[in-house]
């Protein structure tokens, strides 16, 4: 198999607190897929990073703040935050993104 393959068994998950968990799936040195839970109410805190980051809802309810400016995003919903921008979330209703940046969080995984 030349593919990078990520069994999600194998993956561990991290509680970062707070009512939301992280799995770093698969990823290369450009590319990286993350798995992040919220409980309803939990919060990922306005940050920024170089990155561009593509958040994808597989389930539940969030509200997204992107640069000042809140969206209200759903189960099939995605959005792309460019590398610098400031952005955050909360969970309205218990759920779980896919998180893909490129190039891959390197803090993620030390």
Known sequence: ????????????????GGGST????AYNDQLMAVEVGFETGAVGALHT???????????????????GEDTLLLEGDSIVVPGG?????QCLEKG???????????????
């Open 85 to 89: 921008l400031t952005h955050g979330t």
């Open 49 to 67: 990073h170089p990155h561009t980051q593509m958040s994808y809802v597989l389930s539940g309810k969030f509200r997204y703040t992107v640069d």
């Open 1 to 16: 198999m030349k593919g990078i393959v990520a069994r999600h068994d194998e993956k561990l998950l991290q509680d970062l």
């Open 96 to 110: 779980m993104l896919l998180d893909v940046f490129t190039p891959m969080r390197e803090d993620f995984v030390r």
């Open 22 to 25: 992280r799995r770093v799936l």
